[in-house]
């Protein structure tokens, strides 16, 4: 079974512009959750998206979107980008809701903001 | 404080130790709990995953959870330089999917 796959895997922006992450998860599973970490704070939950809506959400301010298509593939998205958004932003799924609720993550995206 | 305790390390042991990794909690509803592994600049990898109390064994990594003492370690024997990573623990239950991570462990095995 092939493992969560995210695109792209390097991307550098300029302050001020907008990004958006793909995220695809593996087969099967229905909960994407995304992650930033760096190396001051660690992995932060960012938020879930389960069956296309998102179930939940962690403490980033709004221009932290999200969204789940049907086929379970996710985007993030950031807008007005800040130096701080410098990190590596990582997707996780989950087969959530037959009793496993181990993540598997994939290999992230970093992004660099100059 | 923090929800889940780790100490960042680092870690330093040589080839053929037997590694001890730790976290502690403080939530009581926790009941699910895993360790990642980590490399630089790579995702996360599910190295084991419990539920509840006990241990659980695969090859040379062995996962234990007290929940009376709401500790969890991770011990690694026969330590090799490809065991260098950083080690994650994770948890979750009373209701919540999302697990909460500790800040992770460094790790370094050296020849």
């Known amino acids: 079974k092939a493992g969560v796959t995210q695109t792209p895997r390097y991307l550098i922006k300029t302050r001020g512009q907008q990004v958006t992450l793909s995220c695809s998860p593996i087969s099967g599973h229905r909960s994407v959750s995304w992650y930033q970490q760096t190396p001051g704070q660690g992995l932060q939950f960012l938020f879930e998206y389960f069956s296309e809506t998102q179930r939940n959400k962690g403490n980033f301010p709004g221009r932290f979107s999200g969204r789940q298509f049907s086929n379970s593939r996710s985007e993030m998205n950031v807008s007005t980008l800040e130096l701080g958004d410098s990190a590596l932003y990582l997707c996780?799924?989950?087969?959530?809701?037959?009793?496993?609720?181990?993540?598997?993550f994939g290999p992230g995206t970093r992004l660099t903001v100059t | 404080q923090k929800e889940v305790e780790q100490d960042p390390g680092p870690l330093s042991v040589p080839e053929g130790a037997i590694v001890s990794l730790n976290c502690t909690y403080s939530?009581?509803?926790?009941?699910?709990f895993m360790w990642y592994r980590q490399y630089s600049r790579k995702g996360p990898e599910l190295l084991m995953y419990t539920y509840s109390s006990g241990n659980k064994e695969d090859g040379r990594f062995t996962a234990q959870v007290d929940k009376s003492s709401k500790y969890i370690s991770l011990f690694i024997r026969d330590s090799q330089p490809s065991d260098s990573a950083t080690y994650l623990c994770?948890?979750?239950?009373?209701?919540?999917?999302?697990?909460?991570f500790g800040r992770g462990t460094s790790l370094i095995v050296h020849p």
């Open positions: 994770a948890m979750n239950g009373g209701g919540s999917y999302i697990p909460t």
């Open positions: 939530n009581s509803a926790f009941q699910y």
């Open positions: 996780a799924s989950s087969l959530v809701g037959t009793g496993h609720y181990e993540q598997y």
